[in-house]
């Protein structure tokens, strides 16, 4: 099995915290989408057959093509793959769902719409420079629910600095009532290339500290658990059977093809990504050269690349399965790290599998680096 992600690299405007490659000049929006199905047709062997499960359409805002770009998109995938789908994710905002574009979207048999909200509050949507309103997050899942949808994700961002949490308390109880089934959740951070990160940099903006930051992501871990939701990555919360097939196979190491600018793939032993660069992506493709750029990973680079995304699920690391694919005992080599993650209450061992305690969550990034072979 495999997956494939289509990046859509277009907004209507910029998020002032967001550093994903996008772009605001939509003129462009009719020639990418045929580039993107040509690209589809020069790298149907990247998976060497596998059967495609999962559609993923990121951006960028993938909601901004018409029903005909993403129809056009789709019959692609069929022709270039086989495909048993069993998930289609569309990213959306909450300003484009229209009654017309819900229909669309369904007919076109995308079963699960992934929604940028990031906040419930209208204060914190300006400062975001979200194109939506608060009326319209509080009606997104409502709307997709009347038009046939049963599948949702809301994306949320805590963190915001301000003198209590009564912010993310607010964002997380309305996220809970609105029973989504798949809630994720990212703390905000400041990237340099983004207003976030100019404003920081003059001193215009202060971010919340750590602690205040930490005591947001525990908050969300126990008000999740309460609520039913299953913390089954460290950003993602999913109730039972709604977890995102898509974002469980990336996690677990199912290969996947990505398709557009900047889009990252992996076929199993290697990754690579596109260039993040319309122009630059728009040029290869009119010659039928695809931009992409491979990234050969050792098997030290595969070893590591295990011990990061396994320890950051709820599934953990299994040491016998590097033993038998790698030949590598992590148990004995990273012995004493580990005897001092476990005593200091950060990792938990069942005699088969590694994993995070809950606090052990927030340094996740850290204590993979401290396994690292």
Not at 127 to 155: C, M, P, Q, T, V
Not at 203 to 218: I, M
């Amino acid at each position: 099995m495999a997956g494939i992600y289509i990046h859509i690299p277009f907004c209507k405007q910029a998020c002032h915290y967001c550093d994903f490659h996008f772009s605001t000049n939509l003129s462009r929006v009719d020639q990418m989408v045929l580039a993107i199905g040509r690209e589809l047709e020069l790298r149907k062997d990247y998976l060497e057959s596998k059967v495609i499960e999962t559609v993923y359409f990121g951006g960028g805002t993938p909601s901004l093509l018409s029903g005909k770009q993403l129809e056009f998109l789709l019959e692609k995938v069929r022709q270039n793959f086989p495909s048993d789908w069993k998930e289609v994710t569309l990213e959306a905002n909450p300003d484009d769902l229209s009654d017309q574009n819900l229909a669309i979207w369904k007919g076109l048999g995308i079963d699960r719409l992934s929604l940028g909200i990031q906040s419930f509050q209208e204060n914190v949507l300006r400062f975001y420079n979200r194109a939506h309103s608060s009326e319209e997050a509080l009606k997104a899942i409502s709307r997709g629910r009347n038009a046939g949808f049963e599948k949702f994700s809301i994306d949320l961002i805590y963190g915001f600095p301000h003198t209590d949490h009564s912010i993310w308390e607010k964002d997380l109880e309305e996220a809970i009532r609105q029973d989504p089934g798949h809630i994720s959740a990212y703390s905000l951070t400041v990237e340099p290339k983004t207003a976030l990160g100019k404003w920081t940099e003059n001193g215009k903006f202060l971010p919340a500290k750590e602690d205040f930051v930490a005591e947001q992501f525990e908050w969300l871990q126990t008000q999740t658990e309460k609520a039913g939701y299953i913390q089954y990555e460290i950003s993602n919360f999913g109730k039972p059977r709604q977890f995102a097939l898509h974002n469980t196979n990336y996690w677990k190491g199912v290969p996947y093809l990505g398709l557009g600018p900047s889009a990252h793939s992996y076929d199993g032993k290697n990754r690579g990504h596109n260039p993040a660069s319309n122009t630059h992506y728009l040029k290869n493709l009119e010659s039928n050269v695809p931009p992409f750029e491979i990234e050969s990973l050792s098997g030290t680079d595969q070893v590591n690349d295990r011990i990061l995304t396994g320890l950051r699920t709820m599934w953990g690391l299994s040491p016998s399965e590097l033993v038998l694919e790698f030949g590598v005992d992590i148990l004995r080599i990273k012995e004493k790290e580990l005897e001092k993650l476990e005593s200091q209450g950060w990792l938990l061992w069942d005699g088969k599998i590694l994993s995070l305690s809950k606090k052990g969550m927030l340094l996740a990034d850290s204590i993979a680096t401290e396994l690292f072979i």
